[in-house]
């Protein structure tokens, strides 16, 4: 078995890499809204807090009701039970990755978790 996949991902509306790199712990999406953009539905989780990482453009969240404006360089993390839709702004495109793990299922990280 290999120990690593790389894949390339092209410029599409939205990549999912889950079954791409046979991941195990974690659901990775790439996501591009054009301006005036925005997801088609509202959704929360049952067990996944997702963390959104902003590449590119500007745009906003909508979470319980909230409006969270986001630009490139934001990072945002969402517990699995709010409500989100997320939407490009009118001017410009928005692209974002979103990382879905299971809520409160990290036993180790950096250091804790390295073997140096």
């Not at 290999?2 to 079954?19: P, Q």
């Not at 791409?20 to 539905?41: Q, R, Y």
């Not at 990072?75 to 495109?93: C, D, G, M, N, V």
């Amino acid at each position: 078995m290999e120990k690593f996949n790389k894949i390339s991902v092209g410029e599409g509306a939205r990549s999912e890499l889950h079954d791409l790199l046979s991941l195990t712990g974690a659901e990775i999406s790439i996501n591009a809204l054009p301006a005036g953009a925005s997801v088609p539905f509202v959704h929360s989780h049952k067990q996944n807090e997702e963390i959104y990482a902003v590449l590119s453009g500007e745009g906003y969240a909508v979470i319980d009701g909230e409006n969270v404006v986001l630009k490139a360089g934001d990072w945002l993390r969402i517990s699995p039970s709010a409500k989100r839709q997320f939407f490009a702004s009118e001017k410009t495109a928005i692209k974002y990755i979103c990382i879905q793990v299971k809520a409160n299922s990290l036993e180790g990280y950096t250091m804790t978790d390295a073997i140096v």
